[in-house]
């Protein structure tokens, strides 16, 4: 649960899940200057309103990079409910069994070429399954995910490791 400004998540694990609606990473209302960067979330729950990431309306100067958000079980890996402004978002990756991949403005997305139009980003996002190791351990088995971008104050992952150039997602 994110509010305030001048927020920065990085190389972070979020595992969660269960019978009820559920958010991986909840951004408040008006919050600003947050970025967002090479975590890998999974929402396991089973309910319709399982969220990866949720960004509350009112959001500006967000930075949503190098992220995995998946919902293996049929909930939508990112939801953002109003327009968001002084965006910077791209190089994530978004999964889900369901059929929506991201609800941008009141509208649901099937699409990562769909969302990045509605949003005017995620030109190079993709829509891959991670293959994790499981549910708890998010290291991902998925060559299609070597296609990051490098963030400024990243250059270790979460096990302290140097990052490759291109980074993971």
């Known amino acids: 649960d994110i509010s305030g400004s001048g927020t920065f998540i990085a190389n ?3 595992s969660l899940g269960g019978a009820l609606a559920s958010t991986g990473l909840y951004v408040r209302n008006n919050t600003s200057d947050v970025k967002i960067v090479n975590n890998s979330i999974e929402n396991i729950g089973t309910s319709a309103s399982s969220y990866a990431l949720s960004l509350a309306g009112g959001s500006t100067n967000i ?5 995995i958000f ?3 079980n049929g909930g939508v890996p990112v939801e953002v409910p109003s327009v968001l402004t002084n965006l910077d978002w791209d190089y994530n990756c978004y999964y889900t069994t369901g059929n929506t991949i991201g609800s941008y ?3 649901n ?3 990562v070429s769909a969302l990045g139009a509605a949003m005017g980003s995620d030109a190079n996002s993709l829509n891959v399954n991670p293959f994790f190791v499981s549910d708890t351990n998010l290291t991902t088995n998925q060559g299609q995910l070597q296609a990051g971008i490098s963030i400024a104050g990243v250059t270790t992952d979460i096990d302290g490791m140097a990052r490759a150039n291109p980074p993971t997602i």
């Open 105 to 107: 403005n009141g509208t």
């Open 109 to 111: 997305y099937s699409s």
């Open 70 to 72: 998946s919902t293996k």
């Open 63 to 67: 930075t949503v990079k190098n992220n």
């Open 12 to 14: 972070n694990y979020i």
